[in-house]
């Protein structure tokens, strides 16, 4: 398995709500990343994973939190979004920090 | 600082070369990546360039670094239909952990 799944592929959510975004791969990487792409932009970092640990977040708002279950997952969980957090959500993983980087191809996220 | 840059447009006809430049700022990069996104998908790996080395060839791809000046460039021989997409450059740059600073992406357009 050489790939990079994410779940679900779009996801329409209102302000109130609380959602979650899937990540996984089977390629026993152990660095994992979440970026978010406006649209006409280039994708930007928002977390690090590190054999399971949290190496960095860019300075993102509280309402999006993080966690990697296992090695294989990494999850994104929303709550309280707002409109212009309305993106597609990429998350890629590398062998090790420091090694090339593979995505998936990104949930399209809107908030209403 | 981190800065990343490519010209936004390219238009080649179909079987000529096209060249994607790219200009990054942070000398202490080690590694230095090609992405291709397509619509609506996520960010695919096209090569990577160490950034002791001048040249890298991948068949159609051909990858020249120039550190000195801080210039990288893609080079697409025969460029096909299927090469339309947006093309970023991403510097990597090791903070805690491995960050990619992307470039504002070349969106590349195939004439008949």
């Known amino acids: 398995d050489t790939e990079v799944t994410q779940t679900p592929k779009h996801l329409v959510m209102g302000m109130t709500n609380k959602k979650s975004l899937k990540c996984e791969q089977h390629m026993g990487h152990r660095a994992m990343y979440w970026y978010k792409q406006k649209a006409k932009k280039p994708p930007e970092l928002m977390f690090v994973y590190s054999y399971e640990k949290l190496s960095i977040n860019e300075s993102v708002p509280s309402r999006f939190s993080p966690e990697c279950p296992n090695s294989s997952l990494l999850n994104l969980h929303l709550h309280a979004l707002q409109p212009e957090d309305s993106a597609l959500y990429l998350c890629?993983?590398?062998?090790?920090?420091?090694?090339?980087?593979?995505f998936g191809p990104g949930t399209r996220l809107t908030v209403l | 600082g981190e800065d990343v840059e490519q010209s936004l447009f390219l238009s080649v006809r179909e079987g000529d070369s096209s060249v994607i430049n790219c200009t990054y700022t942070?000398?202490?990069?080690?590694?230095l990546y090609w992405y291709k996104q397509e619509p609506g998908a996520g960010l695919q790996l096209l090569t990577y360039i160490f950034s002791n080395m001048d040249m890298k060839q991948d068949q159609r791809l051909t990858v020249l670094l120039n550190k000195k000046d801080k210039h990288l460039s893609l080079r697409i021989a025969d460029t096909q239909t299927g090469d339309s997409a947006i093309y970023f450059c991403a510097e990597s740059i090791i903070q805690g952990a491995q960050k990619l600073v992307f470039g504002q992406g070349t969106r590349l357009t195939i004439n008949p």
């Open positions: 890629a993983s590398s062998q090790s920090d420091g090694n090339e980087q593979f």
């Open positions: 942070d000398s202490s990069s080690t590694y």
